[in-house]
């Protein structure tokens, strides 16, 4: 109850300078009501886990009816909600890959968004200067940044824990800064512009739900991907490395091998995901790819759980969404997302999703 | 030609000698044990025999194969498996998972494969699951095998580790205290279990405290004191030996 109110009136007065004393207060009070629900929530879980226990056919109802809103979204959404979501699939593959190497092998990175770069530039480089048909330089951008994600890897692996997420962070700004000053392949802070649409055949990607869908197959191929790495020998082997290395190496896992094809697994998502990023926006620029979308991915990651596939999602979707919908806010909607962090460390630390010991079950 | 042979294995740590010369050989099939008061360098020995430290000097050789430079993973891959001295089970994943993932240099399947899941992969997945159960049954932990290891009670923690230990299927098991925390219940039980791996055909190397334990399981005994062997034998020569009884209890005073 003290706690309720040190973070009532913590939060109270974060926003008290931006919308007045009445607004806080309304804060003030529904934050300690939302927080003293929650804690009696948690202090008599047991009436509550009775419901819990859902039966196997709601569960798939549930999956199904998720599927064909995804798969059918384009039909009844409009150009908004379309281009927000398909915002919301580039990012899952990020979140994916970012979960790889932090959910699964444990090894803390801040600087995913210079894979993300690397895979957005070097599509936008390919089919602007060397005039490459997208499919093409898709995958030639995928392996630029798993490659990438070795080249990091190979100094990163004497380092542990704060220290290798560090390292990260240092080399997503040395990234950032090269294609921010290398003008004459990058083009400075100007950015390369007029990256062609992607096509198949005589068929053009260049209306929003065309977009969606593209994107929407790499997520499907991300999820069904990953999932099936996780529950295999090689996810195996990164958990043990993430719950103690001492003890993986004496199983027998090599552990610099795997963490280096943590390290590059993930940076394929996120180089893929840069490229579909380059083709989405025909446009791209270092300010797209600051330490700041390094957080944001990580913060998806964590919110959604850790290691949790169907987790992960959601929290990408969620920091997706949760900034549009509150965008009448305006200046308030970070605040919100802020606070909206904050109350989830302390009540749910371990994410939305995220139960002990992650998702697989083997 | 013994399954493990140490010539003078030393290990120092700036200035302190943790392991001094040591020498020794183990047969194959036989309960081994080493002993020693506490910070005697039994755990920095093993150590050093799984490649977690690298010796400074001397030799080890594993069914006549040096094993000194190489990585923990390789030694484990040519047949020496480990418990810990303080538990290291991989406590969020199940029970099952914790063996699972300890037959990994026992297979082959990498990244690709388990993408693809051909026919190979799927047979290969069916086989680590059967046999991890198979471990969990020797152990008798087959009815936890699906929760979270860190529910499990200290006791079975152990055996757990034990199972692990087999998992990565090794001629040679180096048990590092098993016994320790239990009550004189589980560490006869334990005991029952280390005799069941002797027959099952492994070597085992023991570390133990518990004095009527080693005594009334081993077939041949070191007794190391500030990381010098001291003496070697059969339980009843170690028994008897002066320089042994010294060790533990100290010099009797004369007048």
Not at chain 2, 244 to 253: D, H, I, P, R, S
Request: some cysteine; glycine content about 10%; proline content about 4%.
């Amino acid at each position: 109850m003290i706690r309720a109110l040190i973070i009532a009136s913590g939060l109270c007065l974060l926003v008290l300078p931006l919308m007045g004393i009445k607004s806080a207060a309304i804060v003030f009070i529904s934050i300690l009501a939302v927080i003293t629900l929650l804690s009696f929530i948690r202090r008599h879980r047991h009436i509550f886990r009775i419901g819990i226990k859902v039966p196997a056919i709601y569960k798939r109802t549930a999956v199904l009816v998720t599927v064909m809103a995804v798969l059918l979204l384009p039909v009844y959404g409009d150009n908004y909600l379309i281009d927000v979501s398909s915002l919301s699939g580039i990012y899952i593959i990020l979140a994916m890959g970012l979960n790889v190497v932090v959910g699964f092998a444990g090894l803390l990175n801040l600087g995913f968004a210079a894979f993300y770069a690397i895979g957005a530039y070097s599509t936008a480089i390919l089919t602007t200067r060397l005039d490459m048909p997208f499919w093409l330089s898709m995958p030639m951008s995928v392996t630029m940044a798993s490659f990438l994600g070795i080249l990091l890897a190979i100094p990163a692996l004497r380092l542990r824990g704060d220290y290798l997420a560090i390292v990260t962070l240092g080399f997503g700004e040395i990234i950032r800064i090269v294609l921010n000053n290398w003008d004459s392949l990058t083009n400075g802070p100007n950015g390369i512009l007029n990256i062609p649409s992607p096509s198949i055949g005589g068929f053009k990607i260049n209306r929003l739900s065309h977009y969606y869908y593209m994107v929407l197959l790499f997520v499907f191929l991300c999820i069904f991907v990953v999932r099936r790495v996780h529950n295999s020998r090689v996810g195996r082997a990164w958990l043990a490395i993430r719950e103690d290395e001492t003890a993986a190496e004496a199983m027998g896992i090599d552990t610099v091998r795997y963490k280096l094809l943590a390290f590059s697994f993930g940076a394929f998502w996120a180089g893929l995901a840069g490229a579909l990023f380059a083709g989405k926006m025909h446009f791209v620029s270092p300010e797209s790819f600051t330490f700041m979308e390094s957080v944001l991915i990580l913060c998806m990651v964590i919110i959604g759980g850790l290691g949790s596939i169907p987790g992960v999602i959601l929290g990408a979707v969620i920091l997706i969404i949760l900034p549009e919908v509150l965008r009448e806010f305006q200046t308030y909607r970070m605040l919100a997302l802020g606070s909206g962090l904050v109350l989830m460390m302390i009540f749910r630390p371990q994410g939305l999703l995220g139960g002990r010991g992650g998702a697989i079950r083997g | 030609m013994a399954l493990l042979e140490v010539r003078s294995l030393t290990k120092t740590f700036g200035g302190l000698r943790a392991v001094e010369d040591a020498t020794f050989e183990v047969k194959e099939g036989i309960i081994f044990s080493v002993i020693g008061p506490n910070g005697a360098g039994k755990t920095t020995l093993f150590n050093c025999l799984t490649g977690i430290l690298q010796p400074t000097k001397g030799t080890v050789y594993f069914e006549g194969k040096d094993t000194v430079g190489l990585k923990p993973h390789t030694i484990t891959g040519l047949g020496i498996g480990r418990t810990f001295q303080n538990i290291r089970i991989f406590p969020e994943m199940t029970v099952l998972e914790n063996v699972m993932v300890a037959q990994h240099s026992r297979t082959r399947c990498g990244i690709i494969s388990a993408i693809i899941r051909g026919k190979g992969f799927i047979h290969e997945e069916a086989s680590i699951k059967e046999k991890a159960i198979e471990y969990l049954e020797f152990v008798n932990l087959s009815d936890l095998a699906k929760s979270p290891a860190s529910s499990l009670p200290y006791g079975d923690q152990r055996r757990l580790e034990i199972a692990r230990a087999l998992a990565t299927e090794p001629r040679l098991i180096l048990l590092d205290e098993p016994a320790a925390g239990m009550n004189p219940q589980e560490t006869a039980e334990l005991m029952v279990l280390v005799e069941r791996l002797r027959q099952w055909g492994k070597t085992i190397i023991l570390i133990e405290h518990d004095m009527r334990v080693v005594m009334g399981i081993s077939d041949w005994i070191i007794v190391l004191d500030h990381g010098i062997k001291i003496a070697e034998g059969i339980p009843e020569e170690i028994q008897r030996n002066p320089a042994v009884v010294e060790a533990y209890l100290g010099k009797e005073f004369t007048y």
